[in-house]
Nanobody, 132 residues
Framework: VQLQASGGGLVQAGGSLRLSCVVS????????FGWFRQAPGKAREGISC????????YYTDDVKGRFTISRDNAKNTVYLEMKSLKPGDTADYYC??????????????????????????WGQGTLVTVSS
């Protein structure tokens, strides 16, 4: 299983970027995805997640209204559309994949979808730098 993230780059404040995460090695029908980021000197934080069907999405307050998560299961790809970028969004961005249901058959609701222990597969980071 591989997750390949791309789309990062240097952008001015107020600009936009779209990150992509291409998945290979399994089908996505039973997989949720999360986007996480890690700024220099800070811990990794979850910012958005989407369930297997795309019917449920979650965003932290910091990115809500500016970022949009989506997925195309036919293309084995998850996206993170980022608008109105701020210097504080500068970080390495990571996509992660995890099974929709835990061993007890439960799905994650709300912020619980960002629990890192749900995700067994991680892509490499793609760097987003937002200049002021």
């Amino acid at each position: 299983v591989q997750l390949q993230a791309s789309g990062g780059g240097l952008v001015q404040a107020g600009g936009s970027l779209r990150l992509s995460c291409v998945v290979s090695g399994f089908t996505l029908d039973y997989v949720d995805f999360g986007w996480f980021r890690q700024a220099p000197g800070k811990a990794r934080e979850g910012i958005s997640c989407i369930n297997n069907s795309g019917s449920s999405k979650y965003y932290t307050d910091d990115v809500k209204g500016r970022f949009t998560i989506s997925r195309d299961n036919a293309k084995n790809t998850v996206y993170l559309e980022m608008k109105s970028l701020k210097p504080g969004d500068t970080a390495d961005y990571y996509c992660a994949a995890g099974w929709t249901r835990d061993p007890w058959g439960r799905t994650a609701v709300g912020r619980a979808c960002l629990a890192t222990d749900r995700y067994g597969y991680w892509g490499q980071g793609t760097l987003v730098t937002v200049s002021s």
